[in-house]
T-cell receptor, first 109, second 115 residues
Framework: GNSVTQMEGPVTLSEEAFLTINCTYT??????LFWYVQYPGEGLQLLLK?????DKGSNKGFEATYRKETTSFHLEKGSVQVSDSAVYFC????????FGAGTRLFVKA | EAGVAQSPRYKIIEKRQSVAFWCNPI?????LYWYQQILGQGPKLLIQ????????DSQLPKDRFSAERLKGVDSTLKIQPAKLEDSAVYLC?????????????FGNGTRLTVT
């Protein structure tokens, strides 16, 4: 069956550091890929998505590229801010949406 | 647009009691989902509705969990009887069409504690 694996957290960075959160997937078909974010005290919300191989999703300075050859969708940001502290979930969707376990990010001032 | 509404926000019950959660999706969204999120884990899909029909309930523990979506709009999720391992956040989400490209819009969830 389909599955999503993402790097364990927590990830702790200083402000303005470079962020990478790894995500790999297993799928039998051609799913769409998503990153969702959960800020403290808030609900899950869409961060970005990519619907086919080589697509790049981007939002709020975050980027992720759909890599079919490596079955990956790593999340990156060039310079993190304290306000980026949250839990990040990688997800894939074909018939239904499956989530990874989440990676907690702490950004220190 | 108004977001996905869920109630209650918190619920504490004893094991073997029953509990119900309510969800009102975004207006016009055809697909509604219930997810269970145990602390430290990602959300797990319990049931997916397309309008008022069930599309997937393969991971719903049907001996104790039930869900319905009245008239293709509001939905309720019930647990009867509850077990300790049901302690989790129950998330409701909706999407416009339910296809692979449609992102999910989540409510704030109901945090259930079973003692």
């Amino acid at each position: 069956g389909n599955s999503v694996t993402q790097m364990e957290g927590p990830v702790t960075l200083s402000e303005e550091a470079f962020l990478t959160i790894n995500c790999t997937y297993t799928a039998t078909g051609y799913p769409s890929l998503f990153w969702y974010v959960q800020y403290p005290g808030e609900g899950l919300q869409l961060l970005l998505k990519a619907t086919k191989a080589d697509d790049k999703g981007s939002n709020k300075g975050f980027e992720a590229t759909y890599r079919k050859e490596t079955t990956s969708f790593h999340l990156e940001k060039g310079s993190v801010q304290v306000s980026d502290s949250a839990v990040y979930f990688c997800a894939l969707s074909d018939f239904k949406t499956i989530f990874g376990a989440g990676t907690r990010l702490f950004v220190k001032a | 647009e108004a977001g996905v509404a869920q109630s209650p926000r918190y619920k504490i019950i004893e094991k073997r009691q029953s509990v119900a959660f309510w969800c009102n999706p975004i207006s016009g969204h055809a697909t509604l989902y219930w997810y269970q999120q145990i602390l430290g884990q990602g959300p797990k899909l319990l049931i997916q509705f397309q309008n008022n029909g069930v599309v997937d309930d393969s991971q719903l523990p049907k001996d104790r969990f039930s869900a319905e979506r009245l008239k293709g709009v509001d939905s309720t999720l019930k647990i009867q009887p509850a077990k300790l391992e049901d302690s989790a956040v129950y998330l409701c989400a909706s999407s416009l069409e339910g296809g692979r490209d449609s992102p999910l819009h989540f409510g704030n969830g109901t945090r259930l504690t079973v003692t």
